[in-house]
């Protein structure tokens, strides 16, 4: 058998460097974006969620809960409600169950427009989440000047938990609502805190030691 020539020998090699670069070229296009950048193939990360509104409600985790203080504050009282709910309200507030309601009010003798309420009845067979999404929705159409701060879904106490505040309008003024309603065994608990706008910072404090305090 004759040798190949030299001559010959490029031609083969020549054609063979043609074929690795057509596949090379085939194989980036595969993996090239529109754009002609190479990484195609890696996702885009997803637009953040936005802040909570009436079209938006996010899903992250609460903070740890503090811990419930082991003696009761000056100034406040243990008190327990519908539902085995118990949970701290101002010495001097008087409470009582509302009528054809499932939880308890507790008003501020000096500033009627200030109060607590707190109960517990049977869960229904919906998610938590699910129920106060409707609340939210019904409370929205009735009352003017509605806005939603915050309708979250979290975890609390190693329950299921939503967070609801909100603002609306009344004859007495702007009110601002802060709540924590939570699922434990076959009970849904509310804590429930109203006060005029202009009054909340007073009102914080109290709610904040009653939601300290709120179990189970």
Excluded at 10 to 39: E, H, K, M, Q
Excluded at 45 to 67: K, R, V
Excluded at 88 to 95: E, G, V, Y
Excluded at 167 to 196: C, I, M
Aim: proline residues 10%; charged residues 15%; hydrophobic residues 35%.
């Amino acid at each position: 058998m004759s040798q190949p020539t030299s001559r010959k020998i490029a031609v083969i090699a020549f054609a063979a460097n043609l074929v690795v670069c057509a596949l090379i070229g085939t194989s980036l296009l595969l993996i090239r974006s529109p754009s002609g950048t190479a990484d195609a193939a890696v996702p885009e990360p997803l637009p953040s969620t936005p802040a909570a509104s009436t079209s938006s409600i996010p899903t992250t985790p609460s903070e740890p809960p503090s811990s419930t203080p082991a003696t009761t504050p000056a100034g406040f009282k243990d008190v327990s409600g519908p539902g085995g709910v118990v949970t701290r309200i101002p010495s001097n507030w008087q409470a009582k169950v509302r009528d054809g309601k499932t939880d308890t009010q507790a008003t501020d003798p000096a500033q009627p427009t200030s109060f607590l309420r707190y109960g517990g009845s049977q869960s229904p067979s919906q998610p938590l989440i699910d129920v106060m999404r409707n609340a939210e929705r019904n409370f929205s159409t009735q009352y003017l000047g509605y806005k939603l701060i915050t309708l979250q879904p979290q975890t609390w106490r190693e329950h299921e938990a939503v967070t609801w505040s909100f603002e609306f309008d009344t004859p007495d003024g702007r009110k601002h609502v802060e709540s924590v309603y939570w699922r434990a065994g076959q009970n849904d608990y509310v804590l429930y805190a109203s006060a005029l706008a202009s009054n909340w910072p007073a009102m914080k404090e109290i709610y904040t030691t009653a939601y300290d305090a709120a179990q189970p």
